[in-house]
């Protein structure tokens, strides 16, 4: 069986092609034909953000020459596809509504089937994808651009939600102090980068929740915590290229604490010792090293999606539409009537 995903729901164009191994061999993993991805990082960073028209636009230029793209690498005509996952929420509604009228029209023309599926979804299930992957039951830290969530994963489809944000991601947290520092948007690589070079306990800022044994994190206070160190510097006119990297280090140090922290609450809550990271934060160097350290000293195995997948792509969205048709936990349909839906729980999938 192969799936085309199409994923299309912020700022990324991802198509993929994943073929999943039928009959008997139900527990082979599923395997990655091909992939394409057009970022519009580039588009956006003049506006400090994603404008979503703009995004919009963007995808439905770049859907169907991706889509050539991924077939031609994969060696396979469009004949081959035989069901198209999209990503139906959550997102930009006219971003989502490229990608599913894209994987709606597809269907039609070639009379497949289509399945909506959950962007979330895919993330946490793109370590499936590594050549390490995970084995179920696990705890999952789904950090990305706009969510922060602790999961108990028991199977496809079956995701408890243990805690979460209670104001910005942990994304956001890197991307607005990025902005701040004038590293550009999404500053969070570049947050990350110039942390090299900075001492992480220059400035003592804020760890929300860090002491607390409640699995929820609360990010907003950071961002009003690296401002006014900021604003200190300045004024005493000490904010050198050495200061602003000390900044990054503490600011990154304070997010990878509380991350680190509360995953290792969640796991010793529910008992489990296995830990899998999705999200764009998941390509984050430092708090991949805290984990991987804070973890084999308690024999928790951690796994992490390949660095390229953890940020949005279509793989992820294939790969879970595959492993969702797999655990028969989804129904695809050839009623084209497609809708988004840009708020869109996951513990509701
Ligand atoms: P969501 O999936 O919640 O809808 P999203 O799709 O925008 O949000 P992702 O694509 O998963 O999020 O991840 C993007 C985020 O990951 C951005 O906030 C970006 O700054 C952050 N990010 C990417 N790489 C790194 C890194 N190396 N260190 C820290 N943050 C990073
Ligand atoms: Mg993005
Ligand atoms: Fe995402």
Redesign the pocket.
């Known amino acids: 069986l192969r799936v085309l995903g199409i994923e299309s729901?912020?700022?990324?164009t991802g198509i993929a092609l994943v073929e999943l191994p039928d009959g008997r061999a139900g527990q082979q993993p599923a395997r990655l034909l091909a992939h394409a991805l057009h970022s519009q990082i580039d588009m956006h960073q003049a506006y400090g953000g994603?404008v979503p028209e703009l995004a919009s636009r963007d995808h439905i230029r770049r859907v169907v020459p991706l889509l050539r793209q991924t077939l031609a690498e994969a060696g396979q005509a469009l004949d081959a596809v035989d069901v198209i996952a999209y990503t139906r929420g959550?997102?930009l509604a006219g971003a989502l509504l490229v990608g599913a009228g894209m994987a709606c029209a597809l269907g039609l023309a070639l009379d497949r089937p289509v399945l909506g599926v959950h962007?979330?979804e895919g993330?946490l299930l793109s370590p499936f994808l590594s050549s390490d992957p995970p084995q179920f039951p696990f705890v999952a830290l789904?950090?990305?651009?706009?969510?922060t969530q602790l999961m108990r994963v028991d199977g496809v489809g079956a995701y408890q939600l243990l805690g979460e944000t209670i104001d910005d991601?942990?994304?956001?947290a890197?991307?607005k102090a990025?902005k701040m520092l004038g590293l550009g948007y999404?500053?969070?690589?570049a947050?990350?980068?110039l942390a090299t070079q900075g001492d992480p306990k220059a400035f003592a800022l804020p760890r929300p929740l860090l002491r607390g044994t409640e699995l929820d994190f609360s990010f907003a206070g950071l961002k009003t915590a690296v401002w006014t160190q900021q604003k200190k510097l300045e004024a005493a006119g000490t904010f050198d290229e050495a200061r602003k990297a000390d900044l990054a280090a503490s600011t990154?140090a304070a997010?990878v604490d509380v991350l680190v922290a509360k995953s290792l609450l969640a796991l010793k809550a529910s008992g489990l010792d296995r830990l899998v990271v999705?999200?764009?934060?998941?390509?984050?160097?430092?708090?991949r090293r805290q984990l991987d350290e804070a973890c084999r000293r308690r024999r928790i195995r951690v796994h992490y999606p390949e660095l390229h997948l953890?940020?949005?792509n279509g793989a992820m969205i294939a790969l879970a539409g595959a492993m969702r048709l797999r655990a028969g936990r989804a129904r695809p349909t050839t009623d084209y009537h497609f809708d988004v839906l840009p708020r869109w729980d996951l513990g509701s999938v």
């Not at 729901?9 to 990324?12: G, H, P, Q, V, Y």
């Not at 999705?278 to 708090?287: D, I, K, Q, T």
């Open positions: 729901s912020c700022d990324e994603v959550p997102g962007h979330l993330h789904l950090v990305s651009g706009g969510h991601a942990a994304g956001e890197f991307d990025a999404p500053g969070g690589p947050l990350a980068a990154q997010i999705a999200g764009g934060v998941g390509a984050n160097r430092e708090l953890c940020t949005d």
